[in-house]
């Protein structure tokens, strides 16, 4: 593994790798199913076997990680089901605060969305998946924020990071990556013509492809 360190300003606090590890689930860079090694990823992040066991704890308590006793830790694999029911909640509570989105976006909120959705698109050609998965990231934050509900935002990141790697699992091919882009084209076209039935019909696409 490639190490990753800490920035300057954090190598004299205690390390929290949660995040950094966390951030490699997401992206696909620990693949879902793959064994963690205490030993590999101190010398990837830099830091203690304390803080490499605290991350882990927190990341098995969030069921991001699986703890097998007298075996270790393995980044979690969601079955199909699991996976279908971790996109129904989150239909239900994208869909359900559409109106609000649409009510709350000022010009300038659409023409940020769509600088996002430029910027996801931007990198399909030249870009890694890492920049693939911030891009996307960034997109659905700043949309989702326009409904102007922070528990419900914390609520649905938290729910996405039970569904490990995706969407990066999702983009297998170049198309899938270009549909995912058009489709946020979509709902800020959606937003910016006030049609809260299209922006709903674009989200359960979106999180269901």
């Not at 079955?79 to 976006?105: K, P």
């Not at 909120?109 to 960034?138: C, K, M, P, W």
Request: charged share 30%.
């Amino acid at each position: 593994m490639k190490t990753v360190k800490p920035k300057e300003s954090e190598a004299a606090q205690t390390v929290d790798v949660t995040d950094l590890i966390l951030n490699d689930i997401q992206t696909g860079v620990l693949a879902p199913g793959s064994w963690l090694k205490q030993i590999d990823l101190e010398r990837r992040y830099g830091c203690g076997r304390p803080d490499v066991r605290r991350a882990l704890d927190r990341l098995t308590q969030k069921r991001i990680v699986e703890h097998v006793p007298n075996r270790g830790y393995h980044v979690f694999e969601p079955d199909g089901d699991r996976a279908r029911q971790v996109s129904e909640i989150r239909i239900l509570l994208e869909t359900g605060v559409a109106d609000r989105i649409i009510d709350n976006a000022t010009a300038g909120a659409i023409a940020e969305l769509r600088r996002l959705a430029d910027q996801f698109d931007a990198v399909i050609l030249d870009g890694t998946t890492i920049d693939l998965y911030e891009a996307n990231l960034a997109f659905h934050h700043a949309l989702l924020s326009l409904c102007g509900n922070d528990e419900l935002v914390s609520l649905v990141t938290e729910i996405r990071q039970r569904t490990s790697s995706a969407p990066v699992s999702q983009w297998i091919t170049r198309a899938r990556i270009q549909q995912s882009s058009l489709e946020h084209y979509e709902m800020v076209d959606a937003i910016n013509m006030k049609d809260v039935e299209k922006l709903k019909s674009v989200i359960v696409r979106h999180i269901r492809q």
